[in-house]
């Protein structure tokens, strides 16, 4: 089967190499063959209905993608993340879980360095200490690790990811079944850098900025956006699959969620766009950043008109919690491994009971925090209010206390009580904003639901 298998992916990456839109159809039908277990057949299906559609912004987005980025990442982004990581990787991630009863991650985002060059407001990592590094031979470690349980999506994060570009580059070259990610400020992007991850193919950069020139330079710093575009402009002449990841919070909400943004970024290349919500980690951080309920309430309905009108991927990760059933943290689609090695939860959550220069990573996933996560997931019965910090703070400080976790900050060691009062009140006002939204959407899934019954009994 794994042969037939094999010579399935092949084909199917040979589609890639000419006229791959007219032949979507003939792709899609192999891509069912390929899942024998129909695990992913209701993905496989959206994905069909939207390419298919010849007016849809999805085609829009694909058409654009085949126009402007190189083939060879292209190839590179179906095999390595697309077969390798949704594919074949979630099969086996869901095997493991049954056979260990522990979280098997989709994805491992980890930090190179703690080092970085900006100290943007609200962010720990500008004020850590510059001497945490993960060796390269941790890194790979972590990587090989990873393969044997299915995870092909390795992500980073910092400090800045690329003052660690050579040994990011000579990972992906290691692994060229796996893909990875970097989230960046920008800054460090070059031409040398653009060849290099055009000669690997398996690596894509996600561009922090916080909507226009004034709201990202007030929080990153005096000329910072004209760096991150400079940088996107120089992305797209090489041909390079690339994005924009926002973190949206009191000051700029409404400047990243507008049509104006938003149809910049398209213009200037960028394919997809993470949304992350303000989260007041760290000893010395402002609460005042936090989003208000209106705010929240405001990117739950422009993520969702956005993904439906606009060529863009758009994810908001505290919002899209009814489509991933809650908080994804604790190693249920993801973890966190930070500079000094210590596994954590979430790349919020920084407390732990292991690191990995001492434990095995499937060690570190049955240790208590991780099981704890197992347990309580999800955190609560409505979707929309997913995390353990932000929205249920009273489960995060019960899991560290039952765990025996400790603070890993690398700034200063906080303890879980102080975090979770920064939002208590945040979440308690949000409770009913996200209650109202959740019961719309039950109410709207029921009428599809009788609809869909009512349409099936006039059939024959």
């Known amino acids: 089967m794994k042969s037939v298998q094999r010579a399935g992916v092949q084909l199917l990456l040979r589609y ?26 209701q993905k496989i299906q959206a994905i069909r209905s939207a390419l298919l559609d010849e007016d849809s912004n999805w085609r829009r987005l694909t058409e654009n993608l085949f126009q402007e980025v190189d083939k060879r ?18 099969s086996r991630k869901h095997a493991l879980e049954e056979k ?32 945490n590094n993960l060796s390269y031979e941790t890194l790979d470690s972590i990587c090989r690790q990873g393969k044997e349980l299915g995870v092909h999506f390795y992500i980073f994060s910092g400090g800045e990811p690329l003052v660690r570009r050579k040994d990011i580059i000579r990972l992906c070259e290691a692994h060229q079944d796996c893909y990875f990610f970097a989230f960046t400020n920008g800054t460090l992007v070059d031409d040398e850098l653009c060849r290099e991850m055009l000669r690997v193919g398996n690596f894509a950069l996600a561009f922090s900025i916080e909507g226009d020139e004034e709201a990202t330079d007030m929080r990153r710093g005096k000329g910072t956006y004209r760096k991150v575009i400079a940088a ?18 009191r000051y700029n909400t409404e400047s990243i969620a507008s049509d104006e943004f938003v149809d910049d970024m398209i213009a200037r290349g960028c394919r997809f766009m993470w949304n992350f919500t303000y989260m007041p980690v760290g ?31 758009a994810i908001d990760f505290w919002n899209d919690g009814e489509y991933t059933g809650g908080c994804i943290a604790g190693g249920r689609q993801y973890l966190h491994i930070n500079a000094a090695g210590d596994v954590e939860p ?10 990995i220069h001492q434990v095995s990573l499937l060690e ?13 997931q999800p955190f609560n019965d409505n979707h929309l209010r ?6 249920n703070p009273e489960a995060l400080a019960a899991m560290v206390k039952e765990s025996g976790a400790h603070s890993t900050d690398l700034e200063a060691p906080e303890e879980v009580d102080s975090l979770c009062a920064k939002t208590v009140d945040a979440a308690r006002r949000w409770a009913p904003t996200a209650d109202r939204l959740w019961e719309e959407r039950c109410r709207c899934r029921a009428a599809d639901r009788k609809e869909e019954r009512a349409m099936l009994s006039c059939g024959p």
């Open 232 to 249: 996107m402009e120089r992305m797209k002449e090489y041909g390079l699959l690339f994005g924009c990841s926002t973190c949206y919070h």
């Open 283 to 313: 000893r010395e951080a402002r609460t005042d950043f936090l989003a208000t309920p209106e705010q929240r309430a405001y990117m739950y309905r422009r993520i969702r008109e956005i993904r439906e009108t606009k060529p863009i991927f």
């Open 100 to 131: 260990y009863d522990c979280n098997i991650p989709w994805a491992i985002l980890m930090d190179p360095t703690s080092a970085c060059n900006l100290s943007c407001i609200g962010c720990w990592a500008g004020r850590y200490e510059k001497k």
């Open 346 to 355: 979430c790349a919020f959550i920084h407390y732990s009971n292991v690191n």
């Open 364 to 376: 570190a996933l049955r240790s208590p925090l991780f099981m704890a996560y197992r347990r309580r």
């Open 73 to 90: 990442v292209i190839r590179k982004l179906m095999e390595s993340f697309m077969i390798n990581a949704n594919l074949f990787g979630l």
């Open 386 to 391: 997913p995390c353990p910090l932000l929205d």
């Open 16 to 41: 890639l190499s000419d006229r791959p839109l007219e032949k979507l159809p003939k792709m899609f039908d192999l891509a069912e063959k390929l899942d024998p277990g129909k695990q992913q057949a």
